[in-house]
């Protein structure tokens, strides 16, 4: 079975979150600003994140 790199098996919104993330240096207050939403938000976006690449590993 082929199985496909952790970050092409999330949603292309959850690509683009991550992509736009390292764009903006990593900086969640950067992300906050740009998306428009608080910053415990984008830091709760992003842990779910991570944690959704940990499990699909």
């Known amino acids: 079975?082929?199985?496909?790199?952790?970050?092409?098996?999330?949603?292309?919104?959850?690509?683009?979150?991550?992509?736009?993330?390292?764009?903006?240096?990593?900086?969640l207050k950067e992300m906050a600003s740009i998306t428009g939403v608080s910053y415990p938000t984008v830091r709760n976006r992003l842990d779910d994140l991570i944690e959704k690449i940990k499990t699909n590993r």
Not at 1 to 26: H, Y
């Open 1 to 27: 079975m082929f199985n496909l790199p952790p970050l092409t098996r999330l949603t292309e919104d959850e690509q683009e979150f991550i992509l736009q993330f390292v764009i903006n240096g990593g900086s």
